[in-house]
C-alpha cells in the first residue's frame, strides 16, 4: 500500500492543479428505465407515468455530465451526487456520457430507500485515492419509511491530506417540518458520532442535500460539533441565492461542512448557475433551476432542480 501510494504521489506530483476542487450536485432522479422488482421505481420505465425512455434516460446522463463540466476550468476532482439510483447509471455517467474522458471513479451506497435512490462519490485518481469506505445505515423506527444511507469515504489525497467524506441525503420535509426534523437531527447526529471516533485534528468534508436551512436543527448540531458551513453564503454568478427555489424563493437545503483546518483553506465557494441551467420561473419571475420535468411536462433540455455547490480549496 504505501508502495503503490508513493506511486501516486510521484507520480502527479508535478502536473497537479492549484486547488482541489468538489462539487455537491442534487441529480433529480436519475434513473435507468429498468423496474427493480424490490423498489418503487415504476414511474421512471417507459410505461410509467413518466415515460421514462431511453433516449431521455441517455439525454439525461449527458446533461448531468455537462452539468459536471461546468463547474469548474478544470475538471472537478470530487463530486458528492444525490438521487442516483444504482451502479448502472454511475457506469454510464463515468464511461458512456461526456464525462467518459474524465476519468473518474465512484463509489456508491446501496440504501433502503423505497424508490432506490442512493448518494454516491466520483473521484479523479489523480487527484484522490480512497483507502476504505463503507455505507452508514440511518436507523427506522417501526412504520418509518427507510432513507439513504449516508456514504463514509476515507482517502489521501496528492498532497498527502488524508480526507473523510462523508455524502448524504437526508430525509425529506414529506408529512412536515415538525414531524420529519427529528429524523435528519438523527442523520446529523449519526455523522458527528462518527467525527467523534476519529483523530481530533482530521480533516473532515460533509456534503450533500440535507433537506434543511442552515438555520434548522441539523445543520446546528454539525455546526455545534466543530463543523463550518462553508456555503452558507454561496451565490451564484447570474442571481442564483441558493441551490434550490421554492414558491419563487432561493434557499439552500444542499450545504459543504468541514473541519476548520479545511475551512481555512477554501479559496472559492459557490453556486454553479450558469445560463444554460436556469429558465424562466413563468409563475414568480425570475429564474430558477432548468429541471428535467417542469409541472409533470418533460423538458428534453432540462438538468435537475438543484443547482451545484462548487467549492475550491488551496493545497498545501
Given at each position: 500500500m504505501h508502495y503503490l501510494f508513493l506511486l501516486f504521489l510521484l507520480s502527479f506530483s508535478s502536473t497537479r492543479a492549484q486547488t482541489l476542487t468538489?462539487?455537491?450536485?442534487?441529480?433529480?432522479?436519475?434513473?435507468?428505465?429498468?423496474?427493480?422488482?424490490?423498489?418503487?421505481?415504476?414511474?421512471?420505465?417507459?410505461?410509467g407515468r413518466r415515460h421514462w425512455t431511453t433516449p431521455r434516460y441517455w439525454r439525461k446522463v449527458n446533461s448531468i455530465g455537462q452539468e459536471i463540466l461546468s463547474c469548474a476550468d478544470n475538471i472537478p476532482d470530487l463530486v458528492a451526487l444525490v438521487e442516483v439510483e444504482n451502479d448502472s447509471v454511475?457506469?454510464?455517467l463515468t464511461n458512456r456520457s461526456l464525462l467518459r474522458?474524465?476519468?473518474?471513479?465512484?463509489?456508491?451506497?446501496?440504501?433502503?430507500?423505497?424508490?432506490g435512490l442512493d448518494v454516491a462519490l466520483l473521484y479523479r485518481p489523480q487527484?484522490?485515492?480512497?483507502?476504505?469506505?463503507?455505507?452508514?445505515?440511518?436507523?427506522?423506527?417501526?412504520?418509518?419509511?427507510?432513507?439513504?444511507?449516508?456514504?463514509?469515504?476515507?482517502?489521501?489525497?496528492?498532497?498527502?491530506?488524508?480526507?473523510?467524506?462523508?455524502?448524504?441525503?437526508?430525509?425529506?420535509r414529506y408529512g412536515g417540518t415538525r414531524l420529519t426534523s427529528p429524523r435528519r437531527l438523527q442523520v446529523a447526529t449519526l455523522i458527528t458520532d462518527y467525527i467523534s471516533r476519529l483523530d481530533p485534528q482530521a480533516k473532515v468534508i460533509v456534503a450533500g442535500d440535507f433537506n434543511d436551512?442552515?438555520?434548522?436543527?441539523?445543520l446546528q448540531h454539525l455546526r455545534q460539533h466543530g463543523l463550518n458551513n462553508i456555503s452558507a453564503s454561496a451565490r451564484g454568478g447570474n442571481g442564483?441565492?441558493?441551490t434550490y427555489r421554492f414558491h419563487g424563493e432561493w434557499r439552500s437545503i444542499d450545504h459543504i461542512l468541514v473541519?476548520?483546518?479545511l475551512a481555512a483553506r477554501v479559496d472559492t465557494v459557490y453556486i454553479n448557475d450558469a445560463?444554460?441551467?436556469?429558465?424562466?420561473?413563468?409563475k414568480y419571475g425570475g429564474k430558477h433551476p432548468r429541471r428535467t420535468f417542469q409541472n409533470n411536462h418533460y423538458q428534453s433540455s432540462g438538468f435537475s432542480d438543484h443547482l451545484p455547490l462548487v467549492v475550491k480549496w488551496k493545497r498545501r
Open positions: 468538489l462539487v455537491e450536485l442534487n441529480c433529480e432522479n436519475l434513473f435507468d428505465i429498468r423496474h427493480d422488482s424490490l423498489k418503487q421505481d415504476q414511474e421512471f420505465t417507459p410505461d454511475l457506469h454510464a474522458n474524465a476519468g473518474y471513479r465512484y463509489l456508491m451506497t446501496c440504501s433502503p430507500d423505497v424508490r487527484s484522490f485515492q480512497p483507502l476504505s469506505h463503507e455505507s452508514i445505515t440511518v436507523p427506522c423506527a417501526e412504520g418509518q419509511r427507510p432513507t439513504r444511507d449516508i456514504l463514509y469515504i476515507k482517502g489521501v489525497t496528492v498532497d498527502a491530506d488524508t480526507l473523510h467524506l462523508f455524502v448524504v441525503h437526508a430525509p425529506s436551512y442552515a438555520d434548522s436543527p441539523s442564483a441565492r441558493g473541519t476548520s483546518s445560463a444554460f441551467l436556469l429558465d424562466e420561473d413563468e
